[in-house]
């Protein structure tokens, strides 16, 4: 892992590159356009200008735009063409002499009016030649702005807030990493730096892993930072998404913020905001893929009294629900403390298997696992969540455990004796 020093929220300052990093660079040798996308201020921005420097060092002839440029903005949405004037270069498919391939580097793409005609244009006429790795916010995948699959000439890569990995490394703790992976790992290694990653746990479960929020030490400025993630970013995530009510979003996010882990019925939620049913789930749609949320669907194959259609409800940062929630207390004083473990749980398995992995199991009588893993074609894993490992009664799991006798049932908690039941071995 690198370290790069950059302009960021107007301080320089010193950043480690993302896991997603390696990734990237991986695909750049491909014909293929890659696309970052994810939240705002997670880091998208950041990643095309390490990947600038990472370029410039192996002298790879490559090009930086911001389409947040008016300028560049208004001239490319008269013909895509017109960005290589910003370039110097002419395109072959005007008659010229093939050229050493370039990459392109553009960030903001989804301002221009039609951002899949944009790539998909330089990919069909100058593709051989010309790279394009391009960041989108979450406006940049709904329907209404990427009007073309693109299918066989992109890649997406998605950029979410740091994991506890990261996190690790941007309070500039590798010790801590190494000791970590040691932990969970190995049940029965006792850590001398347990204590210090312990509070930096505790630390990442209250304000979460957006990267400013991170680099940020003082904790009333790290409140400020999330509030204004919630005022300003997620207001211009509802306008770029063509929405008209910001305070309708903030009121619905609240409710969800209060549900983490519940079913998600839009009927119930509509008549509590007074709002219609097709704005709540237009409001859902819009949530997810601006990645503040994400709604998890029903396991279910053997029984007849599974739920099939209701989702639940997660939040893809703490600190961000924290926010709407303005909960700040440790795990232990919180009163929601159990569906805050949860959440928490749910980032950590959407890191290591990705949220279509991810399902919950329920039947009719209230039979619930908080997670079924579906990592294997033929099963996969379960895993149910408290806060207190107490609080796990093993006989209430019987009927999941024969249904799906195939797929084993894990035990995770924020507080126990038993080392194999702590969230810190997942």
């Not at 790069?4 to 997603?20: A, D, G, N, P």
């Not at 010229?96 to 039609?114: A, F, G, H, S, T």
């Not at 099963?379 to 806060?387: M, N």
Request: charged share 25%; net charge positive; glycine share 4%.
């Amino acid at each position: 892992m690198h370290i790069v020093k950059y302009l960021f929220l107007h301080k320089s300052i010193t950043v480690m590159e993302r896991k997603l990093f390696n990734d990237i660079v991986s695909n750049l040798d491909r014909k293929e356009y890659l696309i970052i996308t994810g939240a705002r201020q997670v880091g998208k921005t950041t990643i095309l200008k390490q990947l600038a420097k990472y370029l410039n060092d192996r002298q790879n002839v490559n090009f930086y735009l911001t389409f947040e440029n008016p300028d560049i903005l208004n001239s490319i949405n008269e013909h895509p063409e017109n960005i290589l004037r910003f370039t110097g270069v002419s395109s072959v498919s005007k008659g010229k002499e093939p050229i050493q391939r370039i990459i392109l580097l553009v960030d903001e793409v989804q301002y221009l009016k039609n951002p899949s005609n944009f790539l998909k244009y330089h990919y069909d006429v100058n593709g051989d030649w010309l790279k394009i790795v391009a960041t989108g916010s979450s406006a940049f995948y709904l329907d209404t702005k990427f009007k073309d699959s693109l299918t066989g000439r992109k890649r997406i890569f998605e950029l979410f807030p740091l994991d506890f990995e990261e996190y690790l490394m941007f309070k500039n703790f590798p010790d801590g990493l190494k000791e970590w992976e040691l932990m969970r790992s190995n049940p029965d290694y006792i850590s001398l730096f347990y204590r210090e990653i312990f509070l930096l746990f505790e630390e990442y479960l209250t304000y979460g892993g957006y990267p400013a929020v991170v680099l940020e030490k003082d904790r009333h400025e790290k409140k400020e930072i999330l509030n204004d993630l919630v005022k300003t970013y997620l207001k211009r995530d509802v306008l770029d998404s063509n929405q008209s009510d910001y305070l309708k979003v903030i009121q619905l996010l609240k409710v969800l913020a209060n549900q983490t882990g519940q079913l998600v019925n839009t009927n119930e939620i509509a008549n509590t905001l007074r709002f219609a049913n097709a704005t709540i789930e237009n409001y859902l749609y819009v949530l997810q893929k601006c990645y503040h949320i994400s709604l998890i669907r029903p396991f279910y194959g053997s029984l007849r009294k599974e739920l099939t259609k209701m989702p639940k409800v997660y939040f893809h940062d703490l600190g961000f629900r924290n926010s709407l929630l303005n909960l700040w207390q440790s795990s232990p004083d919180r009163p929601d403390r159990g569906h805050h473990i949860e959440n928490y749980l749910f980032v950590r398995l959407r890191q290591l298997y990705g949220q279509e992995m991810i399902r919950y199991w329920r039947t009719t009588s209230g039979s619930e696992i908080d997670f079924v893993v579906t990592s294997e074609p033929a099963g996969g894993f379960a895993i149910e969540s408290k806060f207190k490992a107490d609080d796990l009664n093993l006989a209430k799991y019987k009927i999941f455990s024969s249904a799906y006798p195939d797929i084993p049932l894990q035990m995770r908690a924020y507080e126990t004796t038993r080392p194999l039941f702590s969230i810190f071995r997942l």
